[in-house]
């Protein structure tokens, strides 16, 4: 699972050979263990909201990187756009919560 990208249940559990069921219980295992953030879509027309993807982000990217293995200096980087997208939702959670803001995310 990498960050950022929008999460489709059925691929991973095609790519992993596991139930849909087991994977949505990892995803929200993770969830509960704040390892990853989950970000619903949004859409000001309700019927297109439902048609789009949950995004999930990593509360720490050095455990995204070690998921996909890439350590490399951000220069040497291709993913640059999905690490900063997960950096600003990041400080964009914790500044809802320190100003005890209501946890509209979009």
Known sequence: ????????V???SQ????????????????EKAFIIYRLGGYSSNLRKEILKKTKYYFFDTGIRNAVIANF??????NDKDQLWEN??????LKKQQLKQLPQRSW
């Open 72 to 77: 490399n200096p951000i220069d040497l980087r």
């Open 10 to 12: 059925n691929e991973l």
């Open 15 to 30: 790519n992993l050979i596991i139930d849909n069921k087991t994977v949505k219980r990892y995803i929200e295992l993770l």
């Open 1 to 8: 699972m990498v960050a950022i990208r929008q999460l489709s």
């Open 87 to 92: 950096f600003l939702v990041m400080e964009r």
